[in-house]
């Protein structure tokens, strides 16, 4: 059982930078991929970014160009690097971590959230 605990969340005005942490209660270096979710009132979570074990990263359209994910490995934590904020990216983020094992079974951990809100 991963443990993954967020940070970082806040209020930002439209234009602005937050930074946003997940620290893992295991090494991250033994996790497949890393990634954060997000999910707006009244709608589904979505997926935001994802980090791999092979160091590749990944990114919804939406954000592409304004999020950053990255890995400190030492310190078991994945970071969310986001600029430029929108008010359409107010939602709660997520941690996601999965496992893979033979095929395509896996494990998912998620984290308790972090409000992010961002004024227009």
């Known amino acids: 059982q991963v443990q993954l605990v967020e940070s970082g969340g806040g209020l930002v005005m439209a234009g602005g930078s937050l930074r946003l942490s997940c620290a893992a209660s295991e090494s991250i270096g033994s996790i497949n991929a890393m990634g954060w979710y997000r999910q707006a009132p009244g709608n589904q979570r979505e997926f935001v970014a994802v980090s791999t074990d092979d160091g590749s990263t990944n990114y919804a359209d939406s954000v592409k160009g304004r999020f950053t994910i990255s890995r400190d490995n030492a310190k078991n934590t994945v970071y969310l690097h986001m600029n430029s904020l929108k008010p359409e990216d107010t939602a709660v983020y997520y941690c996601?971590?999965?496992?893979?094992?033979?095929?395509?079974?896996?494990?998912?951990?998620w984290g308790q959230g972090t409000q992010v809100t961002v004024s227009s």
């Open positions: 996601n971590a999965k496992r893979y094992y033979s095929g395509s079974d896996y494990s998912s951990f």
